[in-house]
């Protein structure tokens, strides 16, 4: 794989209440295009900023714990590569395993903020605790029939990436917000009827809920997990108004 | 207004004029526009308004546009992040504004039609 001299530019602060009111921090590193970004965040931590604060675990898009603004864009650090970046490539879901082909000396620029709409712990990473308080309301996690927490059979990951796209969630923190909001429906399509459908009915279906969305799909466009909220949000919507209605509910899928 | 259980309905009937619009207003140019050669006359509109068909049909329309475009006003304003009060102040002041403008617009297409007694 290419070298690329990579430059990288960090919003950086203390906790605070959002991204906003950090600075600008400017490092130069050579990277391997192969390199995904948690690479690089490692290896400026080892380096030039050695209190760099930033979120990851199992690298390889299964935790959803890396997730931050890439260029302006909702990404998981994990799966954007160095070359997918000097490439211009950061529409595709992933640089791994693709060459792009980069010329002898690339030089790339990227700027790294935390996700918005979200806390700042430090850095470039977010609170999540009240996310985690809103996937709580709608009873996110489903519960096996023996009784243990079985977290992860759906295919989102809890990575923010599409609170932070929301415009919604930007300008109404009490929103429920997309991911909350798809796995309520997520929920609801349980076949092991697991939880309380009334209550992640009753925690979508008010002021603050799925009725707030104005269709965006910001949200659908930034996951990184093929989930499609939106979608998800307006199945949600028509099955509360059929419940409404009091029209009986299909079959389950 | 504004409580658990109000928004259904106020998205339903959203959905719900959205549809009648696309009907009502490509009506409402076929008849302004395209029925008859050049401008319409005030006597060309008064007839169509005499038409009680016709009269329902613009008054459909009055009500789907007033609903349609005054919750849409309302879910852009409350992505400002409104206190539940403040919501409930909001749902009132646009209820009040859209029941002016079709007292208004209702006096408006009878007197045109010459439902009032004089034209």
Redesign the interface.
């Known amino acids: 794989m290419a070298e690329v001299e990579l430059t990288v530019r960090v919003l950086r602060g203390p906790a605070r209440a959002s991204a906003a009111g950090g600075r600008y921090e400017t490092y130069t590193l050579r990277a391997d295009a192969g390199w995904s970004l948690l690479d690089v965040l490692e290896a400026l931590q080892a380096g030039p900023a050695p209190d760099l604060m930033y979120r990851h675990s199992c690298h390889h898009a299964s935790c959803g714990t890396c997730a931050l603004r890439v260029d302006g864009r909702e990404r998981l650090a994990c799966l954007t590569t160095v070359g997918q970046i000097a490439a211009g490539r950061l529409g595709e879901r992933t640089g791994h395993g693709k060459d792009y082909r980069l010329p002898r000396g690339a030089r790339a620029a990227v700027t790294l903020e935390p996700l918005r709409s979200f806390p700042v712990l430090g850095d470039l990473a977010a609170d999540f605790a009240e996310f985690f308080g809103k996937l709580d309301a709608v009873e996110a996690d489903l519960v096996a029939a023996r009784g243990e927490e079985a977290t992860h059979f759906e295919h989102c990951i809890t990575c923010g990436a599409c609170m932070s796209a929301c415009?919604?969630v930007a300008?109404?923190?009490?929103y429920l917000g997309p991911a909350p909001l798809a796995l309520a429906l997520r929920g609801l399509q349980d076949p092991t009827k697991t939880g309380s459908d009334a209550r992640r009915l009753?925690a979508a279906?008010?002021?603050h809920?799925v009725?707030?969305c104005?269709h965006v799909f910001e949200c659908t466009a930034a996951c990184p997990a093929g989930v499609d909220p939106g979608q998800a949000l307006m199945e949600l919507?028509a099955r509360?108004?059929r419940r409404?209605l009091g029209w009986r509910e299909g079959a389950r899928r | 207004m504004?409580?658990?259980?109000y928004?259904?309905?106020?998205?339903?009937l959203q959905a719900f004029t959205g549809l009648l619009l696309v009907v009502l207003v490509a009506l409402h140019m076929v008849a302004n526009h395209f029925a008859k050669r050049g401008l319409l006359t005030y006597r060309d509109v008064a007839a169509l308004f005499a038409d009680p068909y016709w009269l329902v049909l613009q008054l459909a329309l009055l009500f789907a546009v007033i609903y349609h475009g005054l919750n849409g006003l309302r879910?852009v304003i409350?992505?400002?992040?409104l206190s539940?009060a403040g919501?409930r102040r909001l749902d009132w002041a646009l209820f009040a504004l859209g029941a002016a403008m079709a007292a208004y617009g209702v006096g408006l297409a009878l007197s045109i039609g010459g439902w009032l007694g004089s034209r």
């Open positions: 415009p919604i300008s109404d923190l009490e009753a279906d008010q002021p809920g009725w707030r104005h919507r509360l108004v409404r | 504004g409580e658990r259980g928004s259904v309905w106020a998205w339903l879910a409350l992505d400002a992040g539940p919501a």
